[in-house]
């Protein structure tokens, strides 16, 4: 039976590549096909206009939620928290 599974790493500057797959796979022969992807390059500034973002399915995403009261400081809360957790 052929199984294929997708693991995802990067090759090492000493051009190594250490994988681990998992546990359920059975131990035994192997192929290994490897493909090299461009690295996706993520735009330095804006990507969409104001008016695009209030035409999008984000626009209003709370609209309808109770527990939330204030949806702009409830927003600043949450920028807070992560700012906290990305301090360590």
Known sequence: MTRTIVIRTDIL??????????KEI???PAEIV???TPEQKRPSGP?????EL????LFG???DRKDIGDSLT????????AERR???
Do not use: K, M
């Not at 500057?13 to 998992?22: E, G, Y």
């Not at 209030?54 to 399915?57: E, H, N």
């Open 74 to 81: 409830y927003a600043r809360r949450l920028r807070a928290q």
């Open 47 to 51: 990507t969409g206009t104001a008016a």
């Open 34 to 36: 490897l493909t090299i």
């Open 13 to 22: 500057p000493d051009r190594r590549l250490h994988i681990q797959v998992p």
């Open 61 to 63: 995403i709370w609209a």
């Open 54 to 57: 209030a035409r999008s399915a």
């Open 26 to 28: 059975p131990v035994g």
């Open 86 to 88: 990305s301090r360590g």
